[in-house]
């Protein structure tokens, strides 16, 4: 079988006859493709009528494919006939045509960068393919612009298009340094620029504070919404409304405006016009591609208070419409977690897991705090502490804000199973002081009262989990997972004293089930039968924590989330435990 390098020499004769048009017809062929027919017109100096015959002169010479692409073998061969010098000159001379006319150079200036070619053309022609790839491939575009810098292009220049195209490609260092750059840059408007991307991705990262304070700088109109959205974020009180415009206001102010629209209504308990007003707002930035310059999708935020409303199917699928992004992966993950889907959940945290070079602070959190979760619930103490390290380092690193609740409420349980509550007694601390600035809101303090009261119930705290029990039920309006919460809280602490009475167990397992939370349900209802002193208690309340299945189509295949071990023992295996014996650990919240 002859070699490769015999087949290019087989090759050459038929490229010495092809001629000077048939050769150049194959060098842009490869790059470009058959099937462009004014460039490949424009590559060979004739017009769109003579392509045709061309193409037939290099197909009866069999150099080309069945479907008329350039096979790799041939485009080889016609490199190394013609030299490198040549495949360059025709190249620089199709870009430069093709600039001249306002036509797409990306396909010509991408294998002039990858030939290392240079000079003013090639530069001009590495900043327009850029442009062009930005929003389908925005990755392609930042790799453009920093070989365009490389070959000479002022970084002033191309920085508010490279750092557009490095936030859309998840790039927010590479995005970070390009708007400080631009913060030093002599003309006022680049100046803006880079205060509204170094602001957006300080805001990304989770350092709300200096985002708002960059954002505030930018003087950008449509900025200020977001500049009070992150203020609410940290506690700020509201205004009462946005001010009335008198002029259109452009997508990336309207989709900000639905942002503080929403998150406004959020803390003032409006759940149902907050849902609909971000849904809205996620909806609308599809629709207009201004994603790339918000403190957080709003897909993400839309998710975010769609979980703490307990609201899970909702939350699954504006992440799953939503962009691939790592942000809606971890949410995604956070989704099955809480709603008790284990085997999903850890299909997002692993999927996650595998960027973890690349997070920024506040997704490093939202990411350790769900290993934490998902050890907790398969009751690995191991693997808990093991976890424990990464994730309140994790948590060191991110201020606390209303958007950072859910991580927070894991580590409290999970910092009193390892016995270290004094390391977060002081983000504990600020996160109830910022909901009292809100004036405690039912949708943003029900999940941290709850995992507060379990980590008082880990560290025997009773004092402890009676207040976080009193703020549950003391709520004036406290909506379908407040009081689920309450009911199950009120069941938790009268089975800790010992009175397990098996209707009111089950009648506040099922309510928290009928929320959506069915892991915590079969935890309950377990927790209650261990500590059951009569058996027939006992027994109807370990058959009912396992008929709290998931949903039919969930990757556990309706199999009820697994209780602690020790909770949802064999009933055959206590046919002859004394009747008044207890375990001395509490099962279910270690």
Do not use: C
Request: proline share 6%; aromatic share 4%; no cysteine.
């Amino acid at each position: 079988m002859p070699t490769v390098d015999e087949l290019i020499d087989e090759l050459r004769a038929e490229l010495d006859m092809l001629g000077e048009p048939g050769l150049t017809y194959l060098v842009v062929a490869d790059v470009a493709g058959d099937r462009d027919v004014e460039l490949l017109a424009t590559a060979l100096g004739r017009s769109r009528e003579h392509v045709p015959g061309i193409l037939d002169q290099v197909r009866a010479a069999g150099l080309l494919a069945a479907n008329d692409s350039v096979p790799p073998l041939v485009a080889r061969a016609v490199r190394g006939h013609v030299g490198i010098d040549r495949v360059l000159t025709v190249l620089v001379r199709v870009l430069e045509d093709l600039l001249r006319a306002g036509q797409p150079v990306l396909p010509i200036a991408r294998e002039l960068e990858r030939l290392g070619a240079g000079g003013a053309i090639v530069r001009a022609g590495l900043e327009a393919a850029a442009a062009e790839a930005v929003h389908d491939q925005p990755a392609v575009a930042a790799e453009l612009y920093a070989a365009a810098a490389r070959g000479g292009s002022p970084r002033a220049r191309l920085a508010p298009g490279w750092a557009k195209a490095a936030v859309l490609a998840g790039q927010h260092d590479v995005a970070l340094r390009l708007g400080d750059e631009l913060l030093s840059a002599a003309e006022p408007a680049h100046r803006s620029r880079g205060a509204l991307v170094a602001g957006t991705i300080m805001t990304r990262r989770g350092d709300l504070a200096r985002g708002a304070e960059l954002l505030r700088w930018s003087e950008e109109p449509g900025a200020l919404p977001l500049v009070e959205l992150a203020g609410i974020a940290l506690g700020e009180t509201t205004r009462s409304e946005r001010s009335v415009v008198t002029e259109p206001v452009p997508a990336y102010g309207h989709v900000a405006g639905r942002l503080l629209d929403g998150i406004r209504d959020s803390v003032r308990g409006r759940t149902e016009a907050a849902l609909t007003t971000l849904l809205a707002a996620s909806d609308a930035a599809e629709a207009t591609d201004t994603g790339h310059l918000l403190p957080d999708s709003p897909a993400a935020l839309t998710a975010l208070v769609a979980l703490h409303a307990a609201e899970f199917e909702l939350a699954r699928g504006v992440l799953s419409r939503a962009a691939p992004v790592i942000r809606h992966t971890l949410l995604l993950g956070w989704t099955e977690l809480l709603r008790g889907d284990l085997a999903a959940a850890e299909t997002h945290r692993s999927a996650a897991a595998g960027q973890v070079g690349s997070l920024s602070p506040r997704d490093e959190l939202f990411l350790r705090a769900l290993e934490l979760g998902l050890a907790r619930r398969v009751d690995t103490p191991g693997a808990l502490r093991v976890k424990w390290a990464s994730a309140y380092e994790a948590m060191m690193r991110q201020p606390v804000d209303l958007f950072s609740l859910l991580p927070l409420g894991e580590l409290l349980i999970a910092a009193a199973r390892v016995k270290e509550g004094f390391r977060v007694e002081a983000h504990r601390g600020h996160a109830f002081a910022l909901l009292a600035r809100h004036g405690r809101p039912a949708l943003w303090s029900a999940w941290l009262d709850w995992s507060v009261f379990h980590a008082a119930i880990v560290a025997g705290d009773r004092e402890g989990a009676r207040v976080a029990l009193r703020q549950l039920t003391d709520q004036p309006s406290p909506g379908r997972l407040v009081s689920a919460f309450a009911a199950a809280g009120t069941e938790w602490s009268a089975v800790l004293g010992g009175s397990v009475q098996a209707d009111t167990v089950l009648s506040a397992a099922e309510g928290l089930h009928r929320t959506g939370l069915r892991w915590d349900a079969a935890r309950l209802a377990g927790h209650a039968a261990v500590r059951a002193t009569d058996r027939a208690v006992m027994v109807t309340l370990l058959r009912a924590a396992k008929h709290f299945p998931l949903d039919s189509g969930s990757s556990a295949e309706r199999q009820p989330p697994p209780p602690p071990r020790g909770a949802l023992v064999d009933p055959a295996r206590n046919r002859h435990r004394p009747p008044g014996r207890r375990r001395a650990h509490l099962p279910g919240d270690r």
